[in-house]
């Protein structure tokens, strides 16, 4: 039996999709158990950020253009030649790029233009790269019976359906980082809280507080130390503050950067803002967790009808039945 024979077998096709979903499966519940170690990567990111907007602050400041580019930092993201040849001769840009684009590539935590570049590329190769794979299985590996136009038809499908694969992937990094960044968003107020009232400056409080919230969320820490790094460098503070709501998407990170804005704008206590925000962040996680728990017997109603009811009724008539129609019963003795 050759390759192809085995590959155009439908148990062999079930045992290698079993292997596939058991390996996602273990994936899936196994991930969340190990510990991973990114902070190092997350600070140089950071660091190239920072040394980024410093040389744009100071060729602004000297009035020449000098880029980042031309002080020799290399970004990390950056991609391969050939992806940017075909994302300009393409002109993919105009045909997948929009204005929410880069937002929502910065708020899967991919900012720069290599990022870009390759989430455009992507866009282009995955429909292509699956209809290839697709066709390639029904036409050569496992024809069967079917006409050349349905396999056709099968191969554009399955391609029209990968196009959305990266988008798919897009949004699940951005769920995961906007979970990561939520969950610790209420604690990292309290500690800007303290930081405030203890006499630290808003650039300090941010400084300190992304180190400390590293350890429960490693992205919050990430967007703090970016922020402290706007912070210091751009000319308008309150462009830090919304920048840090831009990228993170979130409506609670919004309002709290809005009410800096203000207190900044208007000369108010930042002390005073953040402990209302703070209050605010403890209610409406007090409020989700009462929202999670009050859906849980909607979400227990099925399971109980399909798998626990069915045992309970086993459970208590097997022992009547076993009398009823066992030897020496009524049924059973006749």
């Known amino acids: ?15 290698v999709l079993a292997a596939i979903s058991m390996a996602a499966v273990v994936f899936t519940f196994g991930s969340g158990y190990i510990v991973k170690t990114e902070m190092k990567d997350r600070i140089k990111r950071v660091a190239l950020e920072r040394e980024k907007m410093r040389a744009a602050e100071m060729a602004r400041l000297r009035g020449t253009e000098t880029t980042v580019e031309g002080r020799g930092i290399r970004r990390t993201g950056e991609t391969k030649s050939y992806m940017k040849n075909v994302v300009e001769k393409l002109d993919l840009k105009k045909a997948f790029q929009d204005d929410a684009t880069v937002d929502k590539l910065a708020m899967a935590g991919f900012r720069g233009q290599g990022h870009l570049t390759t989430y455009l590329f992507m866009r282009l190769s995955t429909p292509i790269a699956i209809f290839l794979l697709i066709a390639f299985y029904l036409f050569l590996i496992s024809p069967g019976e079917r006409p050349l136009y349905l396999n056709l038809v099968y191969a554009i499908g399955a391609g029209l359906l990968g196009s959305f694969l990266p988008a798919v992937m897009l949004k ?43 350890q429960q969320s490693a992205e919050l820490a990430e967007e703090l130390a970016l922020t402290t790094a706007e912070l210091a460098f751009l000319e308008d503070r309150s462009r830090a503050y919304e920048n840090l709501g831009r990228r993170t998407g979130l409506d609670g990170v919004k309002s709290v950067m809005t009410a800096l804005i203000q207190a900044d704008r208007y000369g108010t206590s930042v002390g005073q803002a953040l402990r209302v925000m ?29 798998f626990f009811l069915p045992v309970l009724f086993i459970v208590i008539i097997s022992p009547a039945m076993i009398k009823v129609f066992g030897p020496g019963g009524v049924a059973g003795g006749g």
């Open 172 to 214: 699940n990094s951005t769920t995961k980082r906007q979970f990561s960044i939520r969950r610790a968003w209420p604690d990292c107020l309290d500690l800007m809280l303290l930081c405030v009232e203890a006499g630290m400056s808003v650039e300090h409080a941010f400084r300190r507080v992304g180190r400390e919230i590293g």
């Open 278 to 306: 703070a209050e605010e962040g403890r209610e409406q996680r007090m409020m989700d967790a009462e929202k999670k728990a009050a859906s849980l017997p909607p979400k227990l109603t099925v399971p109980l009808i399909l």
């Open 1 to 15: 039996m050759n390759l192809f024979e085995l590959l155009g077998q439908r148990e062999f096709m079930i045992a």
